[in-house]
């Protein structure tokens, strides 16, 4: 189980952004993610996960194989960093998922769009800030590298 003080996953820095997160996906508030509210989730962010794949991701995050996902294995799983290439293409998966036109740079639009998708009620301009917040360049997006740095600060 992680705890406030365990390390930080590459995607969420402490366990009450665990909890936000996981409350995102747990769509029935019942404190467990069924496969069908994490193929919802992965929905409203565009991906086409097919039933195979999602169903793979259940076996791989539900660990005591009770077929939902407690706030256990869900943090756990977001605290893992054992991959080869420590979470990168988890990370740039992530980061695609925000790219809606897949030209390498996140636009205020498309957060926008993104996060409305997920239930967050936030204007144009309050994307346009929180681009603004990691815009390292100043270009007015966010490139994969500054996505990067932005997710792996505390």
Same mark, same amino acid.
């Given at each position: 189980?992680?705890?406030? &003080?365990?390390? @930080?996953?590459?995607? #969420? ?8 997160? $996981? %409350?995102? $996906? /747990?769509?029935? &508030?019942?404190?467990?993610?069924? =496969?069908?509210? #994490?193929?919802?989730? #992965?929905?409203?962010? =565009?991906?086409? +996960?097919? @039933? ?21 294995? $869900? %943090?756990? !799983? ?12 988890? #990370?740039?998966?992530? !980061? /695609?998922?925000? /790219?809606? /036109? ?27 800030? *929180?681009? +603004?917040?990691?815009? %390292?360049? &100043?270009?007015?997006?966010?490139? !994969?590298?500054? !996505?990067?740095? *932005?997710?792996?600060?505390?």
């Amino acid at each position: 189980m992680a705890t406030e &003080g365990s390390k @930080p996953c590459v995607y #969420l820095q402490d366990m009450e952004e665990v909890k936000k997160v $996981f %409350a995102r $996906f /747990d769509a029935n &508030g019942d404190g467990m993610i069924s =496969g069908d509210e #994490l193929s919802g989730v #992965l929905k409203a962010l =565009g991906s086409d +996960t097919s @039933p195979e794949e999602v169903a793979r991701m259940m076996a791989e995050i539900d660990t005591d194989k009770d077929g939902c996902i407690n706030i256990d294995e $869900f %943090a756990d !799983f977001c605290k893992n960093d054992d991959s080869v290439d420590g979470g990168a293409k988890e #990370l740039k998966e992530a !980061f /695609d998922l925000y /790219d809606q /036109d897949h030209n390498g740079r996140i636009s205020a639009t498309e957060l926008h769009q993104i996060l409305n998708r997920l239930g967050q009620n936030c204007t144009i301009q309050d994307c346009t800030r *929180m681009i +603004t917040s990691v815009d %390292a360049n &100043g270009d007015g997006y966010v490139c !994969f590298e500054e !996505f990067k740095k *932005m997710m792996g600060n505390k």
